[in-house]
């Protein structure tokens, strides 16, 4: 009886790096959409994954504005970007 080599490629997974960010929130675009400050200085527009939300003009637009407002306005958080 011979054996063959078995190979799991899932278990290469938790070896990737995956390159997170650090920011603080510096505005509200709509409900899915901020931009942070980075620690250079700059801002960049994160558009927040697999989220859906009214845009400013439509129904329920500025709730969800005020909502995400709420939840994130000047904090310092931690983003991984995405495709």
Same mark, same amino acid.
């Given at each position: 009886?011979?054996?063959? @080599?078995?190979?799991?490629?899932?278990?290469?997974? @938790?070896?990737?790096?995956?390159?997170?960010? &650090?920011?603080?929130?510096?505005?509200?675009? /709509?409900? /899915? *959409?901020?931009?942070?400050?980075? !620690?250079?200085? &700059?801002?960049? *527009?994160?558009?927040?994954?697999?989220?859906?939300? @009214?845009?400013?003009?439509?129904? =329920?637009?500025? !709730?969800?504005?005020? =909502? &995400?407002? /709420?939840?994130?306005?000047?904090?310092?958080? *931690?983003?991984?970007? *995405? /495709?």
């Amino acid at each position: 009886m011979t054996f063959k @080599p078995i190979y799991f490629t899932f278990l290469l997974i @938790p070896f990737f790096s995956y390159s997170q960010t &650090t920011a603080k929130v510096v505005a509200i675009k /709509d409900g /899915d *959409t901020i931009v942070v400050l980075l !620690n250079d200085k &700059t801002q960049q *527009t994160l558009r927040l994954a697999e989220v859906d939300c @009214p845009e400013s003009g439509q129904a =329920f637009g500025k !709730n969800v504005k005020q =909502f &995400t407002s /709420d939840a994130v306005f000047g904090m310092e958080i *931690t983003f991984e970007e *995405t /495709d």
